[in-house]
């Protein structure tokens, strides 16, 4: 089972930031927070994952919480390309350790 | 690099036959998995492959199956194939920093 909780659905405007909030509450030390996106009948795109610190990337900045129970990723400038279903995974970085995909939020950027 | 291939990426069977599906990781990632995504139940994983060798299996029955080559590349392989079957396949490559990267995806119909 997922141990993530995110909203169903949310909208941005066009140009404005988006921030994705992600509950997870009973993560481990050891678990690190992803992000992944996945545009309509495509495969999932990696966005960016951290462990205690702050990250940015290219792509997004993912905020997380002192007491790692929660954590928000930001779009700075969304699009209309990054509509899309965005999933947060907690997860042991250890090969053979798989990735749980949980329902996601489905994110609508409006012009 | 070039990204993760998959082929083919449509592909119509009838129940009862079997299918062979093909992913060539990120060069230079020696590890894939397998993933099952439906809409009733979302994107599950199948299986790890890491040096030619089977490292986890998620919860399917035995008529799902893949292996690795020593360049590799996967396949995986449903024999007897069912309705339900009817599903999007992705594959994952693992770069050495354990962040998974998806390819376009095999979206098998069956009728």
């Known amino acids: 089972d997922a141990k993530t909780t995110q909203p169903p659905s949310m909208d941005c405007a066009e140009g404005r930031a988006a921030n994705l909030p992600c509950n997870h509450s009973t993560i481990s030390g050891n678990e690190y927070v992803y992000w992944y996106r996945q545009i309509h009948s495509q495969g999932p795109q990696y966005i960016i994952h951290?462990?205690?610190n702050n990250e940015t990337n290219e792509m997004a900045s993912l905020i997380i919480t002192e007491d790692r129970k929660s954590s928000t990723l930001i779009l700075p400038h969304a699009t209309l390309r990054d509509t899309a279903v965005y999933y947060c995974i907690v997860r042991v970085a250890q090969y053979g350790n798989k990735l749980v995909f949980g329902a996601g939020t489905i994110l609508r950027v409006k012009s | 690099k070039a990204g993760v291939t998959q082929t083919p990426r449509y592909l119509i069977k009838t129940r009862g036959q079997q299918v062979t599906l093909s992913c060539s990781p990120i060069s230079g990632h020696r590890s894939v998995s397998w993933y099952q995504q439906t809409p009733g139940q979302g994107l599950q994983f199948l299986f790890e492959y890491f040096s030619e060798t089977q490292r986890n299996k998620g919860n399917f029955p035995g008529r799902f199956s893949g292996r690795q080559f020593s360049n590799s590349r996967s396949e995986m392989n449903v024999s007897t194939l069912e309705l339900g079957d009817s599903a999007l396949y992705l594959c994952?490559?693992?770069?050495?920093?354990?962040?998974?990267?998806f390819g376009p995806g095999t979206r098998l119909t069956v009728l």
């Open positions: 994952a490559s693992r770069s050495d920093t354990d962040t998974q990267y």
């Open positions: 951290g462990l205690k």
